[in-house]
């Protein structure tokens, strides 16, 4: 089943997200304008808004408010994934080329400050300082959950509670920000901010350790880059970092690491984390975080949204790509 | 006077202190602090009835942006490969200008002032309107391409001197950011060879033939010149009428005009 399919009923707000996005995107200057709509275009799950919308119901719920909530959430996304093209070098985003490789660097770099400023611009609608304070001080531990990826990078000795704080503040925080906010601006009741909060924050560390096993199990084509990509960058995620433990393929991944970091060479180290049983474990602890989150529900008012939510954390577990 | 500089000083320390993450500073340069801008910054929030705490937080949160956008300009952008020595660098020049960033919004929601977001995510939002324009060569003529070069140095000066309803130090911001940043390039260029401004000038000629047919680097800079002069007539008719006002200030201003090096003027004067 589609994701899309789990919450038909939020269609129409979702039209008027999308609608949002493209207008918040209109630039005067032409080629910024082309940039920032191009990631716009390219598609993405648009998870983020989703969790905003559906927890915002559990409140006060009004669409031209909440809109703007969505909309920043959204492009703060999008502006974090422009720069990290710039930081990973990376040609390709969604199976499309990614601005810094259509134009450059330094277009990158305003474009994605011009897509964050239009963010904070946009969050300014909503009179509520809570959603700010939240907001910024997740952009910052945002910069610092990347920060500290690239401190690790290579560190073939981090442990797993490293591997965790990391994704947490790459991405889980996020997600359970956008699930906190919909709550906080909805003003429901402060229990379902924080068990919202909570919910997000699970589904953000399965959906970070699912993409990190996708990394190992999807094709090229199905990821819109190269399988390895992570691994080849530095990035030692919950797969590898199982397989580490292993001494002989420990010995083996890092020496193959050594050698040369050619095709060949990656699909190996492939073989070998996929062999060490590192796609099942990282499996069962996305699991865990999943059972979290759907242990989190139960304490919410049953309603459609709920049904909508479990079903998303459901999927998320079993996404393909 | 002393009072001035010691709160401006301490200012300084505390936006030194938020910036230094211990290992960004290990691998990107100690930002800079521009203190021009620090000076026009109290100069306006000292004319409002703020009390002195948000008169910090908003020159804190100011500087910051104007270093997080510094930063991103420090971002390498020859193509090269995932492994090459400069590459860390660059990854956390672009993490630090995003840092940095975040930490002024984090500032400004700590002290609860959603007016002064807005300024300035405004401010960011149009600085990077007039970059690209600058940057992908979308200007129309010269005067186009130096009112753009004024607004990205002082646009955030602007909107908080608009937002106090300071119209003269408004105005005075851009005119004296620009003869500080085109002398700057003048001294690039005649200590260097180089000068972003000069180049782009010359790229203008090359667009459009007709109106700067012949303009070649040592008439850009005449160009340029002739430019400042009309910042500095600017700002001599700002220390004229206002004798008694921005005393701070017009001291800093009186200093810079006097160390400029302004050959064509002395040549013009000299007959």
């Given at each position: 089943?589609k994701?899309?399919?789990?919450?038909?009923?939020?269609?129409?707000?979702?039209?008027?997200?999308e609608?949002?996005?493209?207008?918040?995107?209109?630039?005067?200057?032409?080629?910024?304008?082309?940039?920032?709509?191009?990631?716009?275009?390219?598609?993405?799950?648009?998870?983020?808004?989703?969790?905003?919308?559906?927890?915002?119901?559990?409140?006060?719920?009004?669409?031209?408010?909440?809109?703007?909530?969505?909309?920043?959430?959204?492009?703060?996304?999008?502006?974090?994934?422009?720069?990290?093209?710039?930081?990973?070098?990376?040609?390709?985003?969604?199976?499309?080329?990614?601005?810094?490789?259509?134009?450059?660097?330094?277009?990158a770099?305003?474009?994605?400050?011009?897509?964050?400023?239009?963010?904070?611009?946009?969050?300014?609608?909503?009179?509520?300082?809570?959603?700010?304070?939240?907001?910024s001080?997740?952009?910052?531990?945002?910069?610092?959950?990347?920060?500290?990826?690239i401190?690790?990078?290579?560190?073939?000795?981090q442990?797993?509670?490293?591997?965790?704080r990391?994704?947490?503040?790459?991405?889980?925080?996020?997600?359970?920000?956008?699930?906190?906010?919909?709550?906080?601006?909805?003003?429901?009741?402060?229990?379902?901010?924080?068990?919202?909060?909570?919910?997000?924050?699970?589904?953000?560390?399965?959906?970070?350790?699912?993409?990190?096993i996708?990394?190992?199990?999807?094709?090229?084509?199905?990821?819109?880059?190269?399988?390895?990509?992570?691994?080849?960058?530095?990035?030692?995620?919950?797969?590898?970092?199982?397989?580490l433990?292993?001494e002989?393929?420990?010995?083996?991944?890092?020496?193959?690491?050594?050698i040369?970091?050619?095709?060949?060479?990656?699909?190996?180290?492939?073989?070998?984390?996929?062999?060490?049983?590192?796609?099942?474990?990282?499996?069962?602890?996305?699991?865990?975080?999943?059972?979290?989150?759907?242990?989190?529900?139960?304490?919410?008012?049953?309603?459609?949204?709920?049904?909508?939510?479990?079903?998303?954390?459901?999927y998320?577990?079993?996404?393909?790509? | 006077?002393?009072?001035?500089?010691e709160?401006?000083?301490?200012i300084?320390?505390?936006?030194?202190v938020?910036?230094?993450?211990?290992?960004?500073?290990?691998?990107?340069?100690?930002?800079?602090?521009?203190?021009?801008?620090?000076?026009?910054?109290?100069?306006?929030?000292?004319?409002?009835?703020?009390?002195a705490?948000?008169?910090?937080?908003?020159?804190?949160?100011?500087?910051?942006?104007?270093?997080?956008?510094?930063?991103?300009?420090?971002?390498?952008?020859?193509?090269?490969?995932?492994?090459?020595?400069?590459?860390?660098?660059?990854?956390?020049?672009?993490l630090?200008?995003?840092?940095?960033?975040?930490?002024?919004?984090?500032l400004?929601?700590?002290?609860?002032?959603?007016?002064?977001?807005?300024?300035?995510?405004?401010?960011?939002?149009?600085?990077n309107?007039?970059?690209?324009?600058?940057?992908?060569?979308?200007?129309?003529?010269?005067?186009?391409?130096?009112?753009?070069?004024?607004?990205?140095d002082?646009?955030?000066?602007?909107?908080?001197?608009?937002?106090?309803?300071?119209?003269?130090?408004?105005?005075?911001?851009?005119?004296?950011?620009?003869?500080?940043?085109?002398?700057?390039?003048?001294?690039?260029?005649?200590?260097?060879?180089?000068?972003?401004?000069?180049?782009?000038?010359?790229?203008?000629?090359?667009?459009?033939?007709?109106?700067?047919?012949?303009?070649?680097?040592?008439?850009?800079?005449?160009?340029?010149?002739?430019?400042?002069?009309?910042?500095?007539h600017?700002?001599?008719?700002?220390l004229?009428?206002?004798?008694?006002?921005?005393?701070?200030?017009?001291?800093?201003?009186?200093?810079?005009?006097?160390?400029?090096?302004?050959?064509?003027?002395?040549?013009?004067?000299?007959?």
């Amino acid at each position: 089943m589609k994701l899309k399919k789990l919450y038909t009923f939020i269609n129409s707000e979702l039209d008027l997200i999308e609608k949002a996005l493209k207008e918040a995107m209109q630039a005067d200057n032409p080629v910024l304008k082309e940039a920032s709509m191009h990631l716009l275009q390219a598609g993405g799950k648009r998870i983020r808004p989703v969790f905003v919308l559906l927890s915002a119901k559990f409140g006060n719920y009004n669409i031209d408010e909440i809109k703007d909530v969505a909309v920043a959430l959204e492009l703060i996304h999008t502006a974090s994934l422009v720069h990290d093209d710039v930081i990973d070098n990376a040609e390709l985003r969604r199976g499309a080329p990614t601005i810094k490789s259509k134009w450059d660097n330094r277009i990158a770099m305003y474009t994605g400050d011009y897509i964050f400023a239009r963010a904070v611009e946009l969050m300014t609608n909503i009179n509520k300082i809570e959603a700010h304070q939240v907001l910024s001080k997740t952009m910052v531990d945002l910069c610092i959950g990347e920060i500290e990826q690239i401190k690790d990078k290579f560190n073939w000795n981090q442990n797993l509670r490293t591997y965790l704080r990391r994704i947490k503040r790459k991405t889980a925080i996020l997600i359970a920000v956008s699930c906190q906010l919909g709550a906080i601006v909805s003003e429901a009741p402060q229990v379902v901010q924080r068990q919202l909060y909570r919910f997000g924050y699970y589904v953000g560390m399965a959906f970070q350790i699912t993409d990190d096993i996708l990394d190992f199990t999807g094709t090229e084509k199905e990821l819109g880059k190269p399988a390895g990509s992570d691994l080849l960058q530095g990035n030692i995620t919950l797969p590898v970092l199982y397989a580490l433990r292993n001494e002989r393929l420990r010995k083996e991944i890092i020496d193959s690491f050594d050698i040369k970091n050619n095709k060949e060479n990656m699909q190996h180290i492939i073989t070998l984390v996929r062999q060490s049983g590192g796609i099942e474990y990282s499996k069962r602890i996305s699991d865990r975080y999943l059972q979290k989150a759907f242990n989190i529900l139960k304490e919410l008012p049953n309603c459609q949204e709920k049904t909508a939510l479990l079903n998303i954390a459901k999927y998320i577990g079993k996404r393909k790509f | 006077m002393n009072d001035i500089y010691e709160e401006i000083e301490h200012i300084k320390r505390d936006i030194e202190v938020r910036v230094k993450h211990p290992y960004l500073m290990e691998f990107i340069d100690v930002p800079i602090i521009d203190e021009q801008k620090l000076f026009l910054l109290y100069s306006i929030l000292k004319e409002t009835e703020l009390p002195a705490e948000k008169i910090k937080s908003i020159m804190v949160a100011t500087m910051l942006v104007q270093i997080a956008l510094d930063t991103h300009e420090l971002v390498g952008l020859r193509r090269i490969d995932d492994h090459h020595p400069f590459m860390k660098k660059r990854q956390l020049t672009v993490l630090a200008g995003d840092y940095y960033s975040g930490l002024y919004y984090y500032l400004l929601s700590q002290v609860e002032d959603l007016q002064m977001i807005r300024v300035l995510s405004t401010a960011i939002k149009e600085i990077n309107e007039h970059k690209i324009s600058i940057y992908q060569n979308d200007l129309n003529d010269l005067d186009d391409f130096i009112d753009r070069v004024a607004m990205v140095d002082s646009l955030l000066i602007q909107k908080i001197a608009t937002y106090f309803g300071n119209i003269d130090l408004k105005n005075l911001a851009k005119e004296y950011l620009l003869a500080n940043r085109l002398n700057n390039e003048k001294i690039n260029f005649s200590v260097s060879g180089l000068s972003v401004v000069i180049d782009k000038i010359r790229l203008l000629q090359e667009k459009n033939e007709r109106l700067y047919a012949g303009v070649d680097r040592n008439q850009a800079l005449a160009l340029i010149e002739k430019q400042m002069m009309k910042s500095v007539h600017y700002l001599e008719t700002f220390l004229k009428h206002h004798k008694r006002t921005y005393c701070f200030l017009s001291e800093k201003i009186r200093d810079f005009i006097n160390r400029l090096d302004l050959v064509i003027e002395k040549a013009v004067k000299e007959g």
